[in-house]
């Protein structure tokens, strides 16, 4: 029995149904970009069946994990009640203390998955783009993401990137800080390169 297989047995487990199967697309998904653009097959793998483990705790669980892992941050108390963001920062802990992991980068990947931020490795920006179009997301706006990632990885974290801005503006809620350092840099980073390629030979 191979440790994948009994890495899905457990995370399975500890989710519901409907997140494990999302967590299997974002697996699928980001092994396929791994293909394209040259990303550990590896490192991807545990990242995408890891970036949900603590989506479905509550709160309060995810509060006490961080601070009993000494993780605990004085800017999370904004985010205290808000599960959607503090499960990327508890699922960090869970893929370490639960799972083993000590990679950096996909412990890092797990935490920016939702939010995005700035330096962001190709597996940060493997990982931000399969949890967005992976084949079981069906809102409006996917498919673009969908197109993008097919031919520009970057133009598809910065597609991702006004997609959640311009949704979290319109409903008038609290936006994390990495997201806008980490539009701020792709865009600049996009911009360069489009610049490069109209001034090329």
């Known amino acids: 029995m191979s440790a994948v297989f009994c890495m899905e047995n457990k995370i399975r487990g500890m989710i519901t149904e409907k997140r494990y ?3 299997l697309g974002v697996r699928d998904t980001a092994l396929l970009l791994c293909r394209q653009y040259g990303c550990s097959q590896k490192k991807a793998e545990a990242a995408a069946l890891l970036h949900d483990i603590a989506r479905d705790l509550p709160v309060e669980k995810m509060v006490e994990l961080l601070q009993t892992n000494g993780l605990w941050k004085s800017e999370y108390s904004v985010i205290e009640h808000n599960p959607l963001l503090l499960h990327a920062h508890a699922g960090k802990v869970i893929a ?8 950096k980068e996909i412990l890092q990947s ?3 998955h939702t939010t995005g931020g700035e330096s962001m490795s190709l597996l940060d920006k493997i990982i931000f783009v399969a949890d967005f179009t992976e084949p079981g997301r069906t809102f409006g706006g996917v498919e673009k993401a969908r197109e993008l990632v ?12 006004r997609f959640i801005l311009r949704h979290l503006l319109g409903k008038e809620v609290f936006i994390c800080k990495n997201t806008f350092l980490g539009y701020n840099e792709i865009v600049l980073q996009v911009g360069k390169g489009h610049e490069s390629q109209n001034h090329g030979g």
């Open 110 to 112: 797990i935490e920016l």
């Open 21 to 23: 199967l999302h967590t």
């Open 150 to 161: 097919c031919r520009d990885l970057d133009r598809a974290v910065l597609y991702i990137y």
């Open 96 to 103: 370490r203390t639960e799972f083993g992991v000590q990679d």
